[in-house]
Nanobody, 116 residues
């Protein structure tokens, strides 16, 4: 059984930083990419950033210049460094893993709250 466990969320003031982590465990076929999505109350889940095994990154416009995604392939971990946080970044952040099969897996989410 595959599990994704996120950590690093919390409460931060506007302009502050947080670093999210996601660790994958279980029986996994070859990983294609890992990434982050977020869902604010009453809104749909939105793409934030992804990174492939080869290191190719992709960011939502809202994340460009402020967030940085990175990964540790050997440890099956992905990180999201979030700087210059804004109140509109408040959401539950979810980790997503996609294999080459393809199959996708989601974490349980971690809450990020940015106060003004």
């Amino acid at each position: 059984q595959v599990q994704l466990v996120e950590s690093g969320g919390g409460l931060v003031q506007a302009g502050g930083s947080l670093r999210l982590s996601c660790a994958a465990s279980g029986s996994l076929s070859a990983i294609h990419s890992m990434g982050w999505y977020r869902q604010a109350p009453g809104k749909q889940r939105d793409f934030v950033a992804t990174i492939t095994t080869g290191g190719t990154t992709n960011y939502a416009d809202s994340a460009k210049g402020r967030f940085t995604i990175s990964r540790d392939n050997a440890e099956k971990k992905v990180y999201l460094q979030m700087n210059s946080l804004k109140p509109e970044d408040t959401a539950v952040y979810y980790c997503k893993l996609v294999t080459w099969t393809p199959r996708e897996y989601w974490g349980q989410g971690t809450q990020v709250t940015v106060s003004s």
